[in-house]
Antibody
Framework: QVQLVQSGAEVKKPGASVKVSCKASGYTFTSYDINWVRQATGQGLEWMGWMNPNSGNTGYAQKFQGRVTMTRNTSISTAYMELSSLRSEDTAVYYC????????????WGQGTLVTVSS | SYVLTQPPSVSVAPGQTARITCGGNNIGSKSVHWYQQKPGQAPVLVVYDDSDRPSGIPERFSGSNSGNTATLTISRVEAGDEADYYCQVWDSSSDHRPWVFGGGTKLTVL
């Protein structure tokens, strides 16, 4: 069965960087784009960007341009999202999601990774 | 950028029909997806491409899309349907292929 398993919670200081991983299983990792979505406590979903695991091509939301980097390691079917210059407003749960073949909807999601930014 | 507008909350009694709207400029020309999110859990796709259901999603969940409004309809609402619901579209006007989410609607089952 398709699974996306994310790395554990992180606590970072303002100005630091965080790298969240998303390990895929149950399907061919390079066949589907991976998207990253975040959600601050009590808030809605916010799309951050996408990555094509086959080519490595990426596209980022304008809000995160210059601060976010999405990469992958195809040998271990894992996608990564790194966010730099962290500030308190980046405290949120970060999700990876597979962009499936059903009209490119997000058909599978990781369990989420809580990133807390605090001094 | 493209904006999707959802009502913050919708309330319905068990067994009744809930309708959650998602407004956007000419949204009828776009493909709309809907997600259900229960507290402490990741979102789950319940309707894709306006009106199709993934396998495992009850037939009680349906969708429509026309003009400036897309609608998620939940028939015979159950207590377990209480959750936040989000609509999503692809903003094709941008060359960065951005996805856009609505602000979310909290469905309360009375």
């Amino acid at each position: 069965q398709v699974q996306l398993v994310q790395s554990g919670a992180e606590v970072k200081k303002p100005g630091a960087s965080v790298k969240v991983s998303c390990k895929a299983s149950g399907y061919t990792f390079t066949s589907y784009d991976i998207n990253w979505v975040r959600q601050a406590t009590g808030q809605g979903l916010e799309w951050m960007g996408w990555m094509n695991p086959n080519s490595g091509n990426t596209g980022y939301a304008q809000k995160f341009q210059g601060r976010v980097t999405m990469t992958r390691n195809t040998s271990i079917s894992t996608a990564y999202m790194e966010l730099s210059s962290l500030r308190s407003e980046d405290t949120a749960v970060y999700y990876c999601a597979r962009e499936g073949s059903s009209a490119a909807s997000f058909d599978y999601w990781g369990q989420g990774t809580l990133v807390t930014v605090s001094s | 950028s493209y904006v999707l507008t959802q009502p913050p909350s919708v309330s319905v009694a068990p067994g009744q029909t809930a309708r959650i709207t998602c407004g956007g400029n000419n949204i009828g020309s776009k493909s709309v997806h809907w997600y259900q999110q229960k507290p402490g859990q990741a979102p789950v796709l319940v309707v894709y491409d306006d009106s199709d259901r993934p396998s495992g999603i009850p037939e009680r969940f349906s969708g429509s899309n026309s003009g400036n409004t897309a609608t998620l309809t939940i028939s015979r609402v159950e207590a377990g349907d209480e959750a936040d619901y989000y609509c999503q579209v692809w903003d094709s006007s941008s060359d960065h292929r951005p996805w856009v989410f609505g602000g979310g609607t909290k469905l309360t089952v009375l």
